[in-house]
């Protein structure tokens, strides 16, 4: 709040497309999809179209002993459009439920599987899954972390993948493989008390869109599978084309046994998450006693709303071709940003699908502030993380914004 006397928020009035607009008429580039859940704009028109139609029918209703058609529907068309056999659904509300979901899911899968003594989580150096406690204790970003440590499960943190830590000469699949030996070395240790590995595949997002390369993914699969541990994919950010494939998993031809979803799911709208599993994890939970069932009370678990949200979204992404247009739009980007990479502060420029991010090397005090309010005079929505900046801009990016965009980046970059 004290921040705020020296940087007012921004009070938005409304939003078109890429762009929110002010209480003062003024307008903002939309460059980091309001915190990565804005897939194809504000105020779009198909999705609002959904919404209202779904409001004149019903706008929740509980899902214990109950269903619904949007719920219904989305649960079918999720199962086909991920990976291999993930075939059952489990919702709520956000990203971080999401994640607690399936650690519990995974913990008690192995406590009635007979294997009573997995009760760990291993999770990636500078990974993120949220800051409720369950989430946070598998999270290693210490901003979030480091007041809340004695509340937390001591977690075992293993090697980043991220190709920012290579050595000099080391590529990033080299590096890749290194982590993953790391990660081998820790399961070949301690697979007998370990229940999951829980990351982001391809893109660690909340310390400064981290890249690695994809065959981390595909190592660390077949390292899961011979120790016998669960494999949780967090796609919350990288889900639905953001890394330029529908999902981030399929770049290593990857099948997690959990699969995290939210942000972009409902286009960004409303809250709403999901976690994706086989049929093997649904088998364990199936029986007469209820204390064998997967309980994790939801109150707005599948809402309707959020779910028809979720609907038009997919359908847009189906009808518009959106994982090759933003192939187009992608290269189009990358060469707005020439400029930008060749800038002589800039260091570690990265692009992965719709994701661009780099450092900027010896920043002034305060640079994440100064930027951000620099980016406002320029008309541009955009928060660095540190020294890194990144952007993530919506699917309906043109090329007339794509120009604009990059030509304010480099301005606010030979500014401050
Ligand atoms: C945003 C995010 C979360 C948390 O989602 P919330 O809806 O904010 O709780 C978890 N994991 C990843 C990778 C995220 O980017």
């Not at 400064?208 to 190592?219: A, D, K």
């Amino acid at each position: 709040m004290k921040h705020h006397e020296a940087y007012p928020p921004v009070l938005i009035t409304r939003g078109k497309g890429i762009w929110l607009h002010d209480a003062d008429g003024k307008r903002y580039l939309d460059t980091i999809s309001s915190w990565w859940v804005n897939l194809f704009g504000h105020c779009n028109p198909r999705i609002n179209a959904a919404i209202i139609d779904q409001l004149g029918k019903l706008e929740h209703a509980m899902l214990a002993g109950l269903a619904h058609e949007p719920v219904v529907e989305l649960s079918a068309r999720l199962s086909t459009i991920t990976p291999g056999d993930l075939s059952h659904c489990f919702y709520a509300s956000d990203g971080a439920s999401a994640n607690e979901i399936a650690l519990k899911m995974s913990f008690h899968y192995w406590q009635q599987s007979g294997f009573p003594q997995k009760t760990q989580f291993v999770n990636l150096q500078n990974g993120y899954h949220g800051e409720t406690l369950g989430a946070l204790s598998v999270t290693d970003v210490p901003i979030f972390r480091q007041v809340y440590a004695p509340l937390l499960r001591p977690a075992h943190v293993v090697r980043t993948p991220d190709w920012r830590f290579a050595e000099t000469g080391e590529t990033p699949e080299a590096y890749a493989l290194r982590a993953a030996a790391e990660l081998e070395k820790h399961l070949a240790e301690h697979h007998a008390s370990t229940a999951a590995l829980i990351l982001e595949p391809l893109v660690q997002g909340a310390v400064g869109m981290g890249m690695y390369h994809p065959v981390y993914l595909q190592r660390a699969r077949e390292i899961c599978n011979t120790y016998r541990v669960h494999l949780i994919a967090d796609e919350i950010a990288v889900g639905f084309g953001r890394t330029g494939t529908l999902f981030a998993c399929e770049q290593a031809a990857v099948t997690p046994d959990f699969m995290c979803l939210a942000k972009g799911l409902s286009g960004g709208y409303l809250p709403l998450s999901v976690v994706l599993t086989n049929d093997t994890v649904y088998q364990t939970f199936y029986n007469d006693q209820a204390s064998r069932a997967f309980l994790h009370s939801h109150s707005h678990s599948g809402n309707a709303l959020a779910c028809r949200a979720a609907l038009a979204t997919l359908d847009i992404i189906e009808q518009d071709n959106v994982i090759e247009m933003n192939r187009h739009k992608a290269g189009f980007l990358n060469q707005c940003l020439q400029p930008v990479q060749a800038h002589p502060s800039v260091r570690h420029f990265r692009n992965c699908g719709m994701i661009w991010a780099f450092e900027v090397e010896n920043p002034q005090p305060d640079f994440t502030h100064r930027f951000a309010q620099a980016g406002l005079k320029h008309q541009l929505l955009i928060r660095p993380m540190g020294n890194s900046v990144y952007i993530m801009p919506p699917y309906i990016i043109n090329e007339e914004e794509m120009v604009l965009m990059s030509q304010a980046i480099l301005n606010i970059l030979n500014e401050i």
